[in-house]
T-cell receptor
Framework: QKEVEQNSGPLSVPEGAIASLNCTYS??????FFWYRQYSGKSPELIMF????GDKEDGRFTAQLNKASQYVSLLIRDSQPSDSATYLC???????????FGIGTKLQVIP | KAGVTQTPRYLIKTRGQQVTLSCSPI?????VSWYQQTPGQGLQFLFE???????NKGNFPGRFSGRQFSNSRSEMNVSTLELGDSALYLC????????????FGPGTRLTVL
């Protein structure tokens, strides 16, 4: 069973702090990795994707990938109350195969 | 460019009935995936279509079916509804042959009474 695991949270961080969201996956051959943000009552929206080992930065967001450890993370710097949402990790084994989502981590940024 | 649209947005049905949900992908996107989202299970993959062909199917009973039309619009059907089918059904489109970044529609909230 190919799985994507996330801590469901909630993860509470004070405003201005760094939020660190983690995800592990079981399929060692997985090729691409995605982070989606889902606000309550809304549909998921893509915020980051990463294909290669290392870090990828986009504004206040940094995605980190370690394929050897089968681990992907999302760092949110200078967290804002508007970042409060559920963050979904998604893994694509490659090509046409289905994308598997984690359960999501609920992030709460406390003003 | 218009986003992914789904109709209807809300639906209330009773057990035993059937339902058809519709999804129109972003213009030019040829891959459409369907997901069921419930609080306890998260996003569960139903099926994915590309150029009218079902390429992948999740672990759902045969009561769940779908299709894609030549204009990339997709429908999913659930027959003989059960209480446990109450969920948010999300459609996502992806631009290319490979399934990379996906763009989600607003979803259809199905309630089965």
């Amino acid at each position: 069973q190919k799985e994507v695991e996330q801590n469901s949270g909630p993860l509470s961080v004070p405003e201005g702090a760094i939020a660190s969201l983690n995800c592990t996956y079981s399929d060692r051959g997985s090729q691409s990795f995605f982070w989606y943000r889902q606000y309550s009552g809304k549909s998921p929206e893509l915020i980051m994707f990463i294909y290669s080992n290392g870090d990828k930065e986009d504004g206040r967001f940094t995605a980190q990938l370690n394929k050897a450890s089968q681990y992907v993370s999302l760092l949110i710097r200078d967290s804002q109350p508007s970042d409060s949402a559920t963050y979904l990790c998604a893994v694509n084994p490659g090509g046409y195969q289905k994308v598997t989502f984690g359960i999501g981590t609920k992030l709460q940024v406390i003003p | 460019k218009a986003g992914v649209t789904q109709t209807p947005r809300y639906l209330i049905k009773t057990r035993g009935q059937q339902v058809t949900l519709s999804c129109s992908p972003i213009s030019g996107h040829r891959s459409v995936s369907w997901y069921q989202q419930t609080p306890g299970q998260g996003l569960q993959f139903l099926f994915e279509y590309f150029s009218e062909t079902q390429r992948n199917k999740g672990n759902f009973p045969g009561r769940f079916s779908g299709r894609q039309f030549s204009n990339s619009r997709s429908e999913m059907n659930v027959s003989t509804l059960e209480l446990g089918d109450s969920a948010l059904y999300l459609c996502a489109s992806s631009p290319g042959r490979e399934i990379n970044e996906q763009f989600f529609g607003p979803g259809t909230r199905l309630t089965v009474l």
